[in-house]
């Protein structure tokens, strides 16, 4: 029986399929909503989109029977379907609580057919329910309840089964068709331990089945490349990526009945004190921990309980002299009976037929929810037939801007602590001189001048300004942030700006020669004399400071 308006599909392939994770914010399908009609209307103009600008325009000159795309074959067939989330869950309520929970939306699922392969994209509704569920839209100048909710779709969990290249086309696809943002999910070692940690809670001690392997992944430190007196760098003990050799991941394999043997130690012994809390700074661990705030183990406190991970901290500490919750080390996969979980891929099992488990089943059904910057985990064991069936929903709402997002917990606290106390504004306060005595010291520079401002707009426009002569530009990136998100701040100073076309969201040299080029021969036009770099992008991918070197006489002037 279909509700909410979800056809009675088959469900799409769930378990035993490794998928990359995404995140996507409210889907916008307007007043009509998402008819079967629409459907087709959709499924055929995303046909037309993969034929049209990835086998015509891309793939055809190198469409080689060696190659992935050559040996699929030919695109037999698109489809777009409705489905109930409760297809690939099994029967009963997903959540005793939430049984009633009418307005949650069934899922999307495309198919998408080659004459030797079959690729998918899964879109999930959220496990909370539309009353707790957090609002991704923004509105100037009206209320939330001035909204139509009904014309926004809640879908924010998106999984592919699918070559890159037909995942960025897919993504991109999604992002012009429903007007939503669609990123990478990337579950750091928080996420990652808290969904073992409450698999654990949920099935229980298993007394035999596969083992558990928790891979720990090392961040390694940059070391800058000794040079030599001839002036190459040495580049002996650097890999291929100009990064430090050294260990990157070490597995560590529990059979079952260690697993319970390791969470009963945690459980009697309590907190594992790790050397780094008596002797490293938050500074110093956040560089260590890497751009991810789920790593870095800052999070373990009085309120978190993870018995299985201080179990085996203690172990690892005594017999391999190893650190686990050093700030370097993170946790980048877990492997059990049920799933296969890391920071962009999701794999869940489906376990044996097994007899129906007794009715205390519901009674041990736990909800567990895991917050951080926005991205909440629920975990859940539905159904009765399959003992080790697992659900895992990940809720993921989209980054907007620093406006439209709350602050971090520390930011919070930090407030809190100083609320009280009585400071001199406009910057002469305590606060802004300790916080200029340590930018100085990240930049190396004890004489440099450091003003505060309240955006990174005006950041833009005054350096910008302060920079160039008012009858000089600025080059940027058709993407970068001066051109598309400050309503003309730059060029309301009277800077004009040259934008060329990026490459993967960054700036390239010839891209910067060309500018120059059609921008210098007259001299009534423009100056071009600088250029504008976002670190990281607004696509993502960071700069290198190698790929930013001049290659003309030209850009060095």
Same mark, same amino acid.
């Given at each position: 029986?279909?509700?909410?308006?979800?056809?009675?599909?088959?469900?799409?392939?769930?378990?035993?399929?490794?998928?990359?994770?995404?995140?996507?914010?409210?889907?916008?399908?307007? /007043?009509?909503?998402?008819?079967?009609?629409?459907?087709?209307?959709?499924?055929?103009?995303?046909?037309?989109?993969?034929?049209?600008?990835?086998v015509r325009g891309i793939q055809v000159a190198v469409e080689a029977t060696n190659t992935p795309s050559g040996q699929v074959g030919s695109l037999r067939n698109v489809a777009i379907r409705r489905f109930e989330l409760r297809t690939i869950l099994g029967e009963g309520p997903l959540v005793a609580d939430d049984a009633q929970d009418e307005s949650r939306?069934?899922?999307?699922?495309?198919?998408?057919?080659?004459?030797?392969?079959?690729?998918?994209?899964?879109?999930?509704?959220?496990?909370?329910?539309?009353?707790?569920?957090?609002?991704?839209?923004?509105?100037?100048?009206?209320?939330?309840?001035?909204?139509?909710?009904?014309?926004?779709?809640?879908?924010? !969990?998106?999984?592919?089964?699918? /070559?890159?290249?037909?995942?960025?086309?897919?993504?991109?696809?999604?992002?012009?068709?429903?007007?939503?943002?669609?990123?990478?999910?990337?579950?750091?070692?928080?996420?990652?331990?808290?969904?073992?940690? *409450?698999?654990?809670?949920?099935?229980?001690?298993?007394?035999?089945?596969?083992?558990?392997? !928790?891979?720990?992944?090392?961040?390694?430190?940059?070391?800058?490349?000794?040079?030599?007196?001839?002036?190459?760098?040495?580049?002996?003990?650097?890999?291929?990526?100009?990064?430090?050799?050294?260990?990157?991941?070490?597995?560590?394999?529990?059979?079952?009945?260690?697993?319970?043997?390791?969470?009963?130690?945690?459980?009697?012994?309590?907190?594992?004190?790790?050397?780094?809390?008596?002797?490293?700074?938050?500074?110093?661990?956040?560089?260590?921990?890497?751009?991810?705030?789920? *790593?870095?183990?800052?999070?373990?406190?009085?309120?978190?309980?993870?018995?299985?991970?201080?179990?085996?901290?203690?172990?690892? *500490?005594?017999?391999?002299? +190893?650190?686990?919750?050093?700030?370097?080390?993170?946790?980048?996969?877990?492997?059990?009976?049920?799933?296969?979980?890391?920071?962009?891929?999701?794999?869940?099992?489906?376990?044996?037929?097994?007899?129906?488990?007794?009715?205390?089943?519901?009674?041990?059904?736990?909800?567990?929810?895991?917050?951080?910057?926005?991205?909440?985990?629920?975990?859940?064991?539905?159904?009765?037939?399959?003992?080790?069936?697992?659900?895992?929903?990940?809720?993921?709402?989209?980054?907007?801007?620093?406006?439209?997002?709350?602050?971090?917990?520390?930011? !919070?606290?930090?407030?809190?602590?100083?609320?009280?106390?009585?400071?001199?504004?406009?910057?002469?306060?305590?606060?802004?001189?300790?916080?200029?005595?340590?930018?100085?010291?990240? +930049?190396?520079?004890?004489?440099?001048?450091?003003?505060?401002?309240?955006?990174?707009?005006?950041?833009?426009?005054?350096?910008?300004?302060?920079?160039?002569?008012?009858?000089?530009a600025v080059i940027a990136a058709t993407s970068g942030h001066i051109v598309t998100r400050e309503t003309g701040a730059v060029e309301a100073s009277g800077h004009k700006i040259i934008t060329v076309p990026p490459c993967n969201g960054k700036l390239t040299v010839d891209g910067i020669d060309k500018a120059l080029a059609e921008n210098w021969h007259f001299?009534?036009?423009?100056?071009?004399? +600088?250029?504008?770099?976002?670190?990281?992008?607004?696509?993502?991918?960071?700069?290198?400071?190698?790929?930013?070197?001049?290659?003309?006489?030209?850009?060095?002037?």
């Amino acid at each position: 029986m279909a509700t909410n308006g979800v056809d009675a599909e088959p469900a799409p392939p769930f378990f035993n399929t490794t998928f990359s994770t995404h995140s996507v914010s409210p889907l916008y399908i307007g /007043p009509e909503g998402l008819p079967p009609v629409r459907l087709d209307l959709l499924a055929r103009r995303l046909r037309d989109t993969l034929v049209g600008d990835v086998v015509r325009g891309i793939q055809v000159a190198v469409e080689a029977t060696n190659t992935p795309s050559g040996q699929v074959g030919s695109l037999r067939n698109v489809a777009i379907r409705r489905f109930e989330l409760r297809t690939i869950l099994g029967e009963g309520p997903l959540v005793a609580d939430d049984a009633q929970d009418e307005s949650r939306p069934g899922g999307i699922w495309i198919e998408i057919s080659h004459e030797r392969a079959a690729y998918a994209a899964v879109l999930l509704p959220g496990l909370a329910s539309s009353s707790s569920r957090p609002s991704t839209t923004v509105q100037f100048g009206r209320k939330e309840a001035d909204v139509d909710a009904s014309q926004f779709l809640h879908l924010p !969990l998106l999984l592919l089964r699918m /070559p890159q290249s037909l995942r960025a086309v897919v993504c991109e696809w999604l992002s012009t068709t429903f007007d939503c943002r669609v990123r990478k999910l990337s579950l750091g070692t928080r996420t990652l331990v808290s969904v073992m940690e *409450d698999w654990l809670d949920v099935v229980g001690l298993p007394a035999k089945g596969p083992d558990l392997i !928790l891979s720990l992944g090392f961040n390694v430190p940059l070391v800058e490349p000794a040079t030599t007196e001839d002036g190459e760098g040495d580049t002996t003990m650097m890999d291929d990526d100009g990064d430090a050799a050294g260990l990157r991941v070490l597995e560590v394999t529990m059979t079952s009945s260690d697993v319970s043997r390791f969470r009963r130690y945690g459980l009697a012994h309590g907190a594992f004190k790790s050397r780094w809390e008596t002797s490293g700074d938050e500074r110093q661990r956040r560089r260590l921990a890497g751009g991810n705030v789920d *790593d870095g183990w800052a999070w373990r406190g009085a309120s978190t309980r993870q018995p299985l991970m201080e179990g085996l901290a203690r172990y690892l *500490d005594g017999h391999l002299a +190893l650190d686990v919750f050093h700030p370097g080390v993170r946790v980048v996969q877990v492997s059990c009976g049920s799933f296969v979980l890391a920071p962009s891929r999701l794999k869940l099992v489906k376990g044996r037929e097994e007899a129906d488990e007794a009715s205390d089943v519901g009674a041990r059904l736990k909800r567990r929810t895991c917050n951080v910057e926005g991205l909440g985990l629920y975990l859940r064991q539905v159904g009765r037939r399959r003992v080790l069936r697992l659900v895992l929903g990940i809720i993921a709402s989209g980054f907007l801007d620093d406006y439209s997002e709350g602050a971090h917990p520390q930011v !919070l606290s930090a407030l809190g602590a100083t609320n009280t106390s009585q400071e001199a504004g406009y910057g002469a306060d305590r606060y802004s001189a300790e916080a200029r005595l340590h930018l100085r010291r990240h +930049l190396g520079h004890d004489d440099a001048h450091i003003f505060f401002v309240p955006s990174g707009t005006a950041a833009n426009a005054i350096s910008i300004a302060a920079c160039l002569r008012p009858h000089e530009a600025v080059i940027a990136a058709t993407s970068g942030h001066i051109v598309t998100r400050e309503t003309g701040a730059v060029e309301a100073s009277g800077h004009k700006i040259i934008t060329v076309p990026p490459c993967n969201g960054k700036l390239t040299v010839d891209g910067i020669d060309k500018a120059l080029a059609e921008n210098w021969h007259f001299p009534h036009m423009a100056r071009p004399r +600088l250029v504008y770099v976002s670190n990281a992008t607004e696509a993502g991918p960071r700069t290198a400071p190698s790929s930013a070197k001049p290659s003309s006489s030209k850009t060095q002037a």
